[in-house]
């Protein structure tokens, strides 16, 4: 990722990341650093008035309350910020219970290791041809397989390897669920992955689940599977 991470320390084992830029609302700015500076400059200001015109009282109050209220808006900003951040950090750790488990959720994205990868896709009616394109970072097509025929929810295992059963380098793809009917009319799909998550993090505010290299919104998980056995690949 473009930013650095940073990360508290491993809860039960499993580390997890935050992103060092909070996006904080007063933009890690206070008043409390200057506040000395604040009366030097308004001690000079005394110093050096006029005497035969020296400062109007009520304006020098009115100074004084402005700051005051200043400080103290700088200061309840500062109060948000940590709600926010300690909010930030209590859905990190409910999402840590999600690392190690198998999950379906939206994506275009694929992560292919050494055990392969598995696709989750819907027909929302039956076809005469479902292809699923698999598709690498120059856009070219790797690999099609021929998937389910009829309506509903369905799973498909790509082995890694391509048209002519050569292995693939591991890493990110892309794929596409193309499905048509017997008049060769496009029927709607809706496609997914299911994975084991490797992590969570936070990324823009957002709690995001790895799935390998894919990075997942939580909000995207369509469904939650029982945990594999020990010792038992996910499938």
Same mark, same amino acid.
Do not use: C
């Given at each position: 990722?473009?930013?650095?991470?940073?990360?508290?320390?491993?809860?039960?084992?499993?580390? =997890?990341?935050?992103?060092?830029?909070? /996006?904080?609302?007063?933009?890690?700015?206070?008043?409390?650093?200057?506040?000395?500076?604040?009366?030097? &400059?308004?001690? $000079?200001? &005394?110093?050096?008035?006029?005497?035969?015109?020296?400062?109007?009282?009520?304006?020098?109050?009115?100074?004084?309350?402005?700051?005051?209220?200043?400080?103290?808006?700088?200061?309840?900003?500062?109060?948000?910020?940590?709600? @926010?951040?300690?909010?930030?950090?209590?859905?990190?750790?409910?999402?840590? !219970? =999600?690392?190690?488990? #198998?999950?379906?959720?939206?994506?275009?994205?694929?992560?292919?290791?050494?055990?392969?990868?598995?696709?989750? =896709?819907?027909? $929302?009616?039956?076809?005469?041809?479902?292809? @699923?394109?698999?598709?690498?970072?120059?856009?070219?097509?790797?690999?099609?397989?021929?998937?389910?025929?009829? *309506?509903?929810?369905?799973?498909?295992?790509?082995?890694?390897?391509?048209?002519?059963?050569?292995?693939?380098?591991?890493?990110? =793809?892309?794929?596409?669920? #193309? *499905?048509?009917?017997?008049?060769?009319?496009? @029927?709607?799909?809706?496609?997914? @992955?299911?994975?084991? #998550?490797?992590?969570?993090?936070?990324?823009? /505010?957002?709690? #995001? &689940?790895?799935?390998?290299?894919?990075?997942?919104?939580?909000?995207?998980?369509? *469904?939650?599977?029982?945990?594999?056995?020990? !010792?038992? /690949?996910?499938?």
């Amino acid at each position: 990722m473009d930013t650095a991470l940073q990360g508290p320390a491993p809860v039960n084992g499993v580390t =997890y990341k935050t992103n060092s830029d909070s /996006g904080s609302l007063t933009g890690g700015t206070s008043l409390n650093s200057t506040f000395d500076m604040f009366l030097k &400059l308004l001690t $000079t200001q &005394l110093k050096n008035q006029d005497p035969l015109n020296p400062t109007d009282n009520n304006e020098f109050v009115n100074q004084l309350t402005q700051f005051s209220q200043t400080e103290a808006a700088l200061n309840t900003n500062t109060k948000l910020d940590s709600l @926010i951040a300690l909010q930030g950090n209590s859905q990190l750790s409910s999402a840590l !219970g =999600y690392v190690g488990n #198998v999950i379906k959720a939206d994506s275009i994205v694929l992560n292919l290791d050494e055990s392969g990868a598995d696709i989750a =896709y819907a027909l $929302t009616g039956n076809s005469a041809k479902t292809e @699923i394109k698999i598709i690498d970072a120059t856009g070219k097509t790797v690999r099609v397989l021929n998937g389910s025929l009829t *309506a509903g929810q369905h799973e498909i295992h790509w082995d890694g390897n391509d048209e002519s059963g050569n292995p693939l380098e591991k890493g990110l =793809y892309g794929f596409a669920v #193309v *499905a048509t009917d017997s008049d060769d009319k496009v @029927i709607q799909t809706a496609q997914g @992955i299911k994975g084991t #998550v490797t992590g969570v993090q936070m990324s823009n /505010g957002t709690v #995001v &689940l790895n799935l390998g290299e894919v990075e997942i919104p939580l909000e995207n998980v369509q *469904a939650v599977l029982q945990k594999p056995a020990a !010792g038992s /690949g996910s499938s």
